[in-house]
């Protein structure tokens, strides 16, 4: 059976290779792959965030951890996305202008796949003409998802929203919000129609917006 106890402090150390190995060698051994995001990853990569906040780690550590992550991903990301079926709705997502965090934006979207949603995943820094284009290009209901992990790009979030209401297509979007710093105050009082706390939330106020 896979050694799992080193898997969070290899995240914070940015060993990649260490990661990648345990990641493999867990799903090989049949470990449950959101497991090993929610009680050994993610705890790792929100202790990077605190070595961050106490100056102990800067951006080249970060960023090493990051790859890490993101590297094992590839991994995870075919288990929980699973086969064909009907789509459960359309989801647009991205990190908005100014912003390039992604790891959680991406999980979110691994997760809406692996629930039969249709994910259009426009990356990070995204404008936001990029996000109301891709809305108009649907003609039916659609979600905006938008994801942001630093205070000062949040005004773009506003911005996406009355963005898609001058477009005259906000009755037929539902806009949905998620990062770090993001509350439901904070949703509501930019007119989003909702905000979930991590990727497994995500997905189930995607299937109650669009039901
Ligand atoms: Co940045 N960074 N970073 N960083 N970084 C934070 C966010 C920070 C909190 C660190 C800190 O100081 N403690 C801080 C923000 C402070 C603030 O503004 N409030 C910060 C800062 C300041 C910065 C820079 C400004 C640093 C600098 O340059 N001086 C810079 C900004 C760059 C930019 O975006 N313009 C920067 C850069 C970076 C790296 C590039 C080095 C790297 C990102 C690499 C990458 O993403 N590929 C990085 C990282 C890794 C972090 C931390 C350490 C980890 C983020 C992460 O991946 N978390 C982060 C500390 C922290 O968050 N505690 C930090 C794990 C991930 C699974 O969680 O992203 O929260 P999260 O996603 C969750 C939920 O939030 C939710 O579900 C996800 C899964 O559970 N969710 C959604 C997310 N999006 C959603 C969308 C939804 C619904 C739910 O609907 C659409």
Redesign the pocket.
Known sequence: MADLAPLKQAVIDGNAKKVFEIVKAALEDGVDPQSLLTEHM?PG??E???L??EGEYF?PE??R??KA??GALELVEPLLVGGDRKTAGDVI?GSVK????????N??AMLLKGNGFTVTDLGVDVPLEKFVDAAKSFEGPVIV???A????VLDEMENVVKALEEAGIRDRVKV??????ITEEFANSIGADG?????AS?VSLAKSLLA
């Open positions: 993610i990569m929100l990077v965030g605190e961050m906040a951006i970060v960023l951890s990051a992550m993101n997502i100014g912003d390039i965090h992604n790891i959680g934006k999980l979110v998802g938008m994801s992990l630093i205070t000062p949905m919000v998620g990062g770090a710093p905000t979930a706390s991590d990727a995500a």
